[in-house]
């Protein structure tokens, strides 16, 4: 079992930045793919961001790259994602997910219960 909690959700203006947090811990984190991904109301789960445990190979949505920032720290277990330039349409609940079941896009075993960002304009 792997267990993630979210952190560092909350409203910011248009253009502004806010970076979150997620913490994994239970067996076997080590080697653990992190992501992240969002939902806004009315619309499908979207993939925002991935990285790797070992290697720290990086992935990420379309919508956010150049923009958004995953990294990890292997001492805290814990994955980063800085959201910098924020537009309203990243408004949307924000989802950690670990140890993804087919690719690291797809659908992961263990999620978060998430965070909310709104991005006003």
């Known amino acids: 079992q792997v267990q993630v909690v979210e952190s560092g959700g909350g409203l910011v203006q248009a253009g502004g930045s806010l970076r979150l947090s997620c913490a994994a811990s239970?067996?076997?984190?080590?080697?653990?793919?992190m992501g992240w991904f969002r939902q806004a109301p009315g619309k499908e789960r979207e993939f925002v961001a991935a990285?790797?445990?070992?290697?720290?190979?990086?992935y990420y949505g379309d919508s956010v790259k150049g923009r958004f920032t995953i990294s990890r720290d292997d001492a805290k277990n814990t994955v980063y994602l800085q959201m910098d330039s924020l537009k309203p349409e990243d408004t949307a609940v924000y989802y950690c997910a670990a140890a993804p079941r087919v690719g690291v896009r797809g659908d992961y075993a263990y999620w978060g219960q998430g965070t909310q960002v709104t991005v006003s304009s």
């Open positions: 239970g067996r076997a984190v080590s080697g653990v793919t």
């Open positions: 990285v790797t445990w070992s290697g720290g190979f990086t």
